[in-house]
């Protein structure tokens, strides 16, 4: 039997990818043990015991961007987490660690570093965060999402997700789909969602727009997050919703999204082959905007600019995107052509790949090409694609 240990959390586009591991992981080999490290304080605190896995907590430690008490005690608090990680390892017999990145990754890779256990890196997104740029000094298994990810070492492998994501047929489960929400199956469906944490704006928008999207002949379901101030609607149509623990069936009733660019969104969008009209976040690094690049170029999404995206825009774009019903089907066969459906069973090689690299002493390149220079991604596409059921809606809600 073989342990594993999964560090990173925070926000579902970090915690479902490690599921989606975790649980290809144990399906092909059902005695070996996945233990999960991450915060008392992120999603990870509620899916992974959800999901049967062993969560391990350590502090959460934001890394500190000015000069005050928090910069000065940062130091002391990250070591003594690296110290309790190094424990962990030691303690769990841990034979591989395997980061998603999020704040438990950091000490995860210091301390596997520090116990030479061996170290396997997944970016999500195509601007890599600062964790996973760090290990990917420290480890040649190293998987990307996006092909534009720049990452030493790095090989594309797509987004690790879950089976009823990976498996759906958007065709022969359109009908349960539809009855899961209470949907009309004689309207098309527009799915409007920010992601894991809520979209304000994008909220805003659409709400104050539902009668014009339901005039055109269109029904919406909007899941608006947890922590939303839109309540349920009396208008015939318009579906609200806080949350959606089944997007597998959310996008099988679907036929055109309205989302943020979250990479676990897009590459989910890109694996079911739904068009959409991308909203990236426009707090952060720009990342999501990087995110959909692929996905754009390749004709499957509309990304507009989230100060631009209004209720004119709704009204002179949007809705008349969705009277084109053929470029709604020519825009859907694009975004399938750039998903990826296997991103969980090459990721999950890539672990495995790294525990037999050190336990035969042989280089990483001996096994299947294992390292790549961060300009020389594989550039193979994997099916139409797919991605992790990610539970949208969580109790944050972002600007």
Known sequence: MSTYLFAGGGTAGHVNPLLAVADRLTERSPEDRVLVLGTAEGLES????????????????????????????????????????????REHDVEVVLGVGGYA???????????????????????????????????????????????????LVGMPLRREVEDLDRRTRRAEGLAEFGLDPDRPVLLVTGGSSGARSINRTVNRSAASIVGAGWQVLHVVGGK??????????????????????????????????GA??????????????????????????????????????????????????????????????????????????????????????????????????TSPRSHGGATHDSTTHDSTRHGDSTHDSTTHGSSTEEP
Not at 83 to 89: A, F, K, V
Not at 122 to 127: G, M, T, V
Not at 138 to 153: D, E, P, Q, Y
């Open 228 to 261: 939303s101030d839109i309540g349920p609607s009396d208008l015939d149509g318009y579906t609200v919703l806080p949350y959606c623990d089944r997007m597998d069936l959310a996008y099988a009733a679907s036929d055109f999204v309205v989302s943020r660019a």
């Open 105 to 155: 990754a950091a000490p995860a890779y210091i301390a596997a570093k520090r116990t030479g256990t061996p170290i396997v890196v997944h970016e999500q997104n195509a601007k890599p965060g600062l964790a996973n740029r760090l290990a990917a000094f420290l480890t040649h298994h190293v998987g990307v999402t996006f092909s534009n990810t720049r990452l030493r070492h790095s090989r």
């Open 46 to 89: 509620r899916l992974v015991p959800m999901r049967g896995y062993e969560l391990l907590t350590i502090p959460r430690l934001p890394f500190p961007r000015k000069p005050n008490a928090a910069a000065l005690r940062f130091p002391g608090a990250f070591w003594r987490a690296v110290r309790r990680t190094e424990q962990l390892i």
């Open 264 to 361: 676990g969104m897009v590459c989910e969008l890109a694996a079911v082959g739904l068009p959409s009209v991308l909203v990236p976040y426009p707090v952060g690094n720009g990342e999501q905007r990087h995110n959909a690049r692929d996905v754009v170029e390749a004709g499957g999404a509309v990304l507009v600019a989230d100060q631009e995206f209004d209720q004119d825009w709704v009204t002179f774009q949007l809705l008349t995107l969705l009277q084109d019903r053929a470029r709604i089907a020519d825009m859907a066969m694009r975004a399938g052509s750039v998903g990826h459906r296997d991103g969980a069973d090459r990721m999950t090689d890539l672990v495995l790949d790294a525990g037999r690299t050190a336990a035969t002493g």
